[in-house]
């Protein structure tokens, strides 16, 4: 019994020590792991997996983490003046991989044009032809036939504009299997100047006929045919979808951020490039940094905990640390929600603490700025600075409190030296106040208004149970996966809405006030 006791008090001890030695090294943890966060995961054009980052490439990094430390000022007529570390890392600046050209991805476009120069050529091959072949035998051409000449001209330009503008637009995305109505419209197109073709090879070309009016009707009735195929073509990929008929809810797998989208009449693939559109600038930029505190601290209270086999080796030793343990680490998770809420209070305190000095900071570096603009209006035209070197020069009274409250906010791999400094010169130019020029750090905006490393190189593969050119229904769900997130999307059908009238009559809500003239007075 005294050998138990005792037992139980060393676990309990060390947890305690173990606890108070655990906090000790997430803290010196945290200092250690905000250089090392800001790894930009790089993502190869043919595959969605990760690249581990290069071990020769860590001095570098890490000396451009530092950048808030390292950067010194800059006046308005000295040359841009870098410490040793900045030196060491210029012009290696982050750059997303040469993605390698897939012939895949014009294949479409490559399509439609061959298609849209045999559309364009049919009809004046038809003209031509006879012309070329039995001129002399050609019936003279009045003033009937010269009108559809006129006609087919002015057709075949509408047709020309009507096509450029609906499908020689740029790809804005590969799907992975085609698209339904674009190849049944390109089939049908295909299957109508087949059909011309073989009927004017052997109605006129083998008979030779000499009525050359006819001929240029049967010209002009090939090019209404397909405008009659392009104004089908503006239904389906252009009129169709535009009806909202599903509710698509989006969540993204790491943090559970959503979003409510609704769409007509879409297959699945199309869905999905349409959500992925309205992700990079709806959704705020994915952050893996502000995910690993809850990660670290659930390994934490097993980590602290040490046991202590005071009975000696035995068969049943080890069953019986593990029931320690976990009786332990039991009574350990009773007040793990008083270290959440301390850690939590105290992340907000050091959080506002950076904010207020950054603002600090920013303010008077705008106060010089208009000082320097006001002393460079007393300047001969030629000496004046420009926004860049204006931003150059006040960067570094800001650079430090910027960096640690980025590094408190965990956004440091989301942000540049050069981005800053571009941003910095962008608010300068345009006249804009110390909030404006905060407002990109202090909140976190869609994906698309970081640098491109964040968004450009990212890879998407569609998972569905159904079919990817199925159209949506009711109850449909895919996911959109990425290297370290995805996206999970449910459709709902939106429902059958019946209104009723209900006829108020005019005079149904007017009363008459009596008044009696006689009062109790």
Request: aromatic letters at 8%.
């Amino acid at each position: 019994m005294t050998d138990r006791c005792a037992f139980s008090h060393c676990v309990g001890f060390d947890a305690v020590r173990g606890e108070r030695s655990s906090r000790d090294r997430h803290k010196s943890h945290s200092r250690d792991s905000s250089s090392r966060s800001d790894k930009n995961v790089t993502i190869s054009a043919s595959s969605a997996q990760p690249q581990q980052p290069d071990q020769s490439s860590a001095p570098t990094d890490a000396q451009d983490d530092n950048w808030g430390e390292t950067t010194t000022a800059v006046t308005g007529t000295s040359d841009h003046s870098l410490s040793q570390e900045d030196l060491a890392g210029f012009g290696k600046e982050t750059e997303g991989p040469v993605e390698k050209l897939n012939c895949v991805r014009f294949l479409p476009l490559a399509l439609t044009l061959i298609l849209g120069l045999l559309v364009l050529i049919t009809p004046l091959s038809f003209l031509v032809l006879p012309q070329l072949m039995w001129p002399e035998r050609l019936q003279a051409c009045g003033t009937a036939c010269e009108g559809l000449f006129l006609s087919l001209a002015f057709k075949l330009l509408i047709l020309l504009l009507a096509g450029w503008a609906l499908f020689a637009r740029p790809g804005r995305a590969s799907l992975p299997r085609i698209a339904v109505f674009r190849a049944l419209l390109g089939l049908l197109t295909l299957l109508l100047l087949l059909s011309y073709w073989l009927f004017f090879g052997v109605r006129i070309l083998d008979s030779q006929d000499e009525n050359y009016q006819g001929i240029v009707q049967f010209a002009v009735s090939l090019v209404d045919a397909l405008l009659f195929i392009h104004y089908l073509a503006v239904v389906l990929l252009e009129i169709r979808h535009l009806q909202p008929c599903f509710s698509l809810s989006v969540v993204r797998s790491t943090d559970g951020e959503t979003r409510h989208y609704n769409l007509g009449q879409l297959s699945i693939q199309r869905a999905a490039l349409v959500i992925l559109e309205h992700y990079y600038k709806d959704f705020s930029v994915h952050n893996p940094a502000l995910l690993t505190a809850a990660k670290s601290r659930a390994a934490k209270h097993l980590a602290g905990l040490k046991v202590y086999n005071v009975d000696g080796a035995g068969s049943d030793a080890a069953t019986a640390q593990s029931r320690a343990k976990i009786a332990a680490a039991a009574r350990q998770r009773d007040t793990s929600h008083n270290e959440l809420y301390y850690e939590e209070a105290e992340h907000d305190r050091r959080v506002r603490k950076r904010r207020a000095r950054l603002v600090v900071a920013v303010e008077e570096a705008f106060t010089h700025v208009r000082r320097l603009q006001e002393e460079e209006k007393k300047k001969p035209p030629g000496d004046e600075m420009d926004p860049r070197e204006a931003a150059q020069a006040i960067f570094p009274s800001m650079a430090r409190a910027l960096q640690k409250y980025l590094r408190t906010t965990r956004q440091q791999h989301c942000h540049s030296m050069d981005s800053i400094q571009a941003h910095l010169a962008f608010c300068i130019t345009n006249n804009m106040t110390p909030k404006a020029f905060l407002e990109s750090y202090l909140m976190a905006g869609p994906t698309l208004q970081y640098t491109r490393e964040c968004w450009q190189t990212r890879q998407w593969t569609l998972v569905s149970e159904a079919s990817v050119t199925s159209p949506l229904r009711h109850g449909s769900e895919f996911q959109l996966k990425s290297s370290d997130f995805s996206l999970v999307v449910t459709s709902k059908a939106i429902p059958h809405l019946k209104l009723s009238e209900e006829y108020v009559h005019p005079k149904s809500h007017k009363f008459v006030l009596q008044l009696q003239s006689e009062t109790s007075v």
